[in-house]
Every structure is written in C-alpha cells, then in structure tokens.
C-alpha cells in the first residue's frame, strides 16, 4: 500500500529502556494507532560490543509492560549487513560514493590545521576525483580505503519540513562527505538506519532532536538510493531541572522503565506523564485516557523546546516527578477496584503481607480497604508501606504521628489499655457505637476527644492523617483494634 503509514522504534540495545526512549516508542505507537498504521520494533545491534542479549530482553520489557505493542518485528539490524553493503555497492557502482584512501593519521592532521586556522573541520575531497588509475595503484599498494557519500557538488541544499521545527535546511557546501562504510567493510550507522527504514517502508521518522543533524545527511542518501523520503519530527530532549540531559550516571535507576515499574507506578500513569513530557493537547489538560490521547496527538503539537523531568535527586520527598506522581495518583485512586486489587495483590504477595483470604471470603473487606486507604496514596508501593498496618501488625509508626499524637502525653499509656476495654465491651461494632465510646471516653477523662482519638489512629494505623477515625476502628474490626490498643505500650518504649 502506497500511502500506508508505518513507523519504527529502533533503539539501540547498550542498555535498559531509559524515559526517553519510552517515550518515543510511545509517540510512534500513537501515531501509528492513530493513523491505523503500523509499528515496527527494530534493534539496531549493530554495535556488537555494546550491544546485549539483557538489554534487548529489559528493552521489550519494558514495552510489553507500558502495554506498547508492535506490529511487525523485532528485526535485528545484524540480519541485514548484507543489504546494507549492497546499498554502498550500489552507491558507489553509481558513482554516488567514492573510494577515500585517507589515511587517520593524515586526517588528523589536516583537522589540527583546520582548527587551529578556526576554519571549519570538513573533508577536503582528496579522494574525491581519483581517476581508475589511481584507485588501482592504490588498491594495489594494499592501501585500506573507507567508502564516503559524494554530497551533490551543485550550488544548492537539502532540507525537509519538521513537522515539529518547521524548515530545516543546509548547504551542500556546509555538509562534508561523509564516510558510509568502514575499511573493514562495516557500514556505518547513517546508511545502515536509511537501508533499513527504506527496506521497511517507513513513512514517518519521529526520534530525538539528537538526531537532527543527521537527517540532512540521511535525506541526501535517501535521494541518491532513489527512495521516497519519510516525513521527520524531532522531539525535545528530556533534561533535568539543572538543564543537564538525564541519564544513568547522573541519576541514577530512576531514569529507567522498570524503576517505575518495580516502585508501584501503572502503566497507563507512565504512558500519560511520559506523552506530556514534550507534548500539550493546546490546553491544559494533564489526564488523558487511551481515547482521548490518541484524539488529541498530532506531531505538530509536540514542543521545540527541551522537556524538563522535574527530578530533584537529592531530595527525599520527590521519588520521582511530582507530576507523574500526581497522574499516578489519579489513576490509582479512580480506577476499578477489581483491577487495583490485582496489583494490590502482587504488591502484598512481594511485601510477604498478602493472605489467601483476601482473594476469598474477607475479598470484600479487601476491596473496601483498597477503596479507603487509595485517597492518601500515589503508588501501589503506598499499600504496602504506609497501608502496611491494614494487612499486617508488623508496622512502623510515622515518626510525627509517635511525637505529636503518641508520646506527647504520658498518660496515654495507661488511657489507651483502657480505651480497649471500652471497645472489648461493645456489641455493635459500627462506626457511630465506637465514636461514642471514645467520645464518652474523653469526656469523662475531661480531656479532648482529639487525645485518644488521633492515639488510636496511630497505634492502629501508624499513620497521623487517614479516613474517617471511626470507620477505621469499625472496618479493622473489634479483634485487631483492642488487641493493638492493649499492646500499644510498645510505642511507648524509648
Ligand atoms: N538507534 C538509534 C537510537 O537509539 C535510533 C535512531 C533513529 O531513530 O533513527 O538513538
């Protein structure tokens, strides 16, 4: 099909699926669903020394686990060395490209001269007019030769329309013929990833704007191939708030896929956050369902400008971009609780708190705790931790609620055993008949109805902020609560 549109994610398998190479997978993956197009998952593992098994393996991961799915591939860029030479051939047989006997260390001298005339560094075509004559002579001294692309010497220039930066266009003065394939017959990236996106009929070539100063050079082998040239979009590159380009070494996992996995986050959070991150609808808008995504997509609304990922790695509160932990929230508070209680479950099942009742006859306390205790949370790693007192009696107390609520008053000690006989003593369990008990608690202590109410919530919940104090004694039930009022000394113990 002539116009059919077909796109490509071809990361390089150096490593793990970094944020910013989701979120070009994410981008091509919208507009080819967009578009009823296709997505193509290449791995150009062409860099044999970089490239591993690990890292294509964590790459699709990654993707399966975002939910992104591809539609043909993966193809491996090694399978197709052979039409990648065949293209230099053809190049060169069509006088495209031409044999340079230069050798490094004349090279290299030539570009100090360059420099230190501040003249710009570009090949000086030597090799360029080379009659047959002396190509054999040097041929036959044995001499190594790399294949370089013959930039068209006309007066003129090549450029394309950005869908996103509008008009880019160079000399061909300003561009320098380039070398396509090595002396030991590897060719190089440029024409490999032409060959390839040719061979795959690729139409729309949406990658980082570090890739910009490529397509120029790309394009002109394109046109010397005789191949139609694919529409391109450069997005921004994703930079912290320092304006430093977010990597591993800077900071850490975090900048990985499966960080986010492995710390609670839902795919669809990540798919939302990663889409705004270089991209608005033209509104304000921050939540956006698979639907209304791919609705309001189109290349031309993703930003110039660089993307920031607001991470500040040295300070605790922010595990990851308050954004993108506010989208996460929002989805893990109003999703299906059916659904949140699948992950919940793995959640549990990992932290060793999770019980086979749960799934069973107490599945219904279950989901109303999910329901409950999701208001004050922003992952799954949340139930676990701060909820850890639903699901389990082994958990810590926030440190501001033993100061403020436990150990500021000493008494509490001995009120709170007490407080647990009330409790024992009553029938009817529900949230007004235990409000009542420690209200009149309180009143007959002649002290705050607050004291014992925000103590109890610590002890029970080890938490200083929750739901309603009175539906959590009900919904935790008589046992778990007089039993933790009556053992509540242990907060006590300095
Ligand atoms: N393998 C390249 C990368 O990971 C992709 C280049 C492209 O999209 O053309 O950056």
Redesign the pocket.
Known sequence: MANEVRL?????P?GYLHIG?AR?AILNWLYARKHNGKLILRI?DTDAERSTEASIQGIMDGLNWLGIDWDEGPYFQTDFTGDHQAAGQKLLDTGKAYKCFCTKEVLDAKRQAALAAKQEVRYDGTCRNLSPEEIADQEAAGIPSVLRFKVPERDGSVGYDDKVLGRIEQKYCEISDFVIVRSNGKPL?LLC?VVD?IRDRISH????Q??KD?TNR?ILLYEALGAPVPVFAHMPLTLDTKKAKISKRSHGEIVAVHWYRDHGFLPWAMINFLCLLGWSAGDDREIFSKDELLEAFTLERINKSNAVFNYKKDDPKFITDPKLLNINAHYLRTMDLEELAVLVKKELESAGIWQAAYGGERKGWFLKTLDMSRERFYTLKDFSTEGRAWFADDFAMCPKALKKNVRKHDQLREWLPELADRMAALDDFSADETEKAARDFAEEKDIKPGIPINASRAVLTGQIKGPSMFEVFAHLGKETVVRRLRESGRWFEK
Do not use: L
């Open positions: 490509r994610f071809p990361p390089s150096t190479g070009t150009e990236y990833n996106d070539v949406v990658r980082g570090d890739h490529n790309q």
